[in-house]
């Protein structure tokens, strides 16, 4: 069985997979102080209350921390006796080569959504992923990354705006029924609502007209649904897109002969 990590800057996932069967998925925040016993005291509670027999030979990680990596390799090695594949690492083999600028450390999570999106929908693809930032994901024809834009996350920008000014309170994103705010609350959901709303829109536009290509868009992350709500910015919403491509790297890099 496999267990397929996905540390963000926020939250980590880890999904079990037995084949091309989905199991399970235990969602925990980041720390990178957490230890590789308390990521199994916690990890072994869970699998148990969903009565999930997990016979783990296979793992995997994407981490955009990278202090988190070590925790978790003791942990694999400690309770699985495997050494995990480390997207972004060079012995973790990828279905494609970036094409970015020389010495350029693409975000392990953009390759894997990259990885996942080419896999389900063939090339020409815009992935936006709404995590702690709030990524675009050029794929190009034959699958390869081949650049994009990071914009602040919709959570982020909502909380610099209460960090940085004294009268602004702490909101939750939700979708304002008109753009006119009448108090302070409906005002900050308004501007970072229908701000991403035309951020994504524009920015989708300006990559297919730089690319010269229709291209899908596939949208990934929590916020995603809220924001299709408003507006048809995406193609399809996919909330396994980076679980299914961690699935598709591991599954590379077994049939190309890596460790
Ligand atoms: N249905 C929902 N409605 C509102 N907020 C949601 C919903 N589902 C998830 N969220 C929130 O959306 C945010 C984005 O979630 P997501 O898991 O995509 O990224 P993240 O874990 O915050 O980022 P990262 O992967 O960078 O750590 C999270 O703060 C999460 O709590
Ligand atoms: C942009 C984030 C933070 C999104 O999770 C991550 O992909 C990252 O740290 N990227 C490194 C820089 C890059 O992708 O070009
Ligand atoms: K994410």
Known sequence: MLLAIDCGNTNTVFSIWDGERFLCTLRTSTHHARTADAYFTWYSTLVKHYGIEADI???IISSTVPRVVFNLRVFADRFFGCRPI???KPDCLLPFT????EGTQVGPDRLVNT???FDRHGGNLIVVDFGTATTFDVVAFDGAYVGGVIAPGVNLSLEALHLAAAALP???ISKPQKVIGTNTVECIQSGVFWGYVGLVREICERIRGESGQEMKVIAT?????????????????E????MHGLTVIH????ENGAP
Do not use: E
């Open 57 to 59: 030979t296979d793992v």
């Open 86 to 88: 480390v997207v972004g």
């Open 98 to 101: 970036p094409r970015v600028d």
């Open 115 to 117: 990885a996942g999106a």
């Open 170 to 172: 702490h909101v939750d």
């Open 221 to 237: 992350g929590g916020l995603a649904p809220l924001f299709q709500q408003a507006a048809d910015l995406f193609d399809t919403y």
């Open 239 to 242: 909330d396994d897109l980076t």
């Open 251 to 254: 599954r590379y890099n077994k």
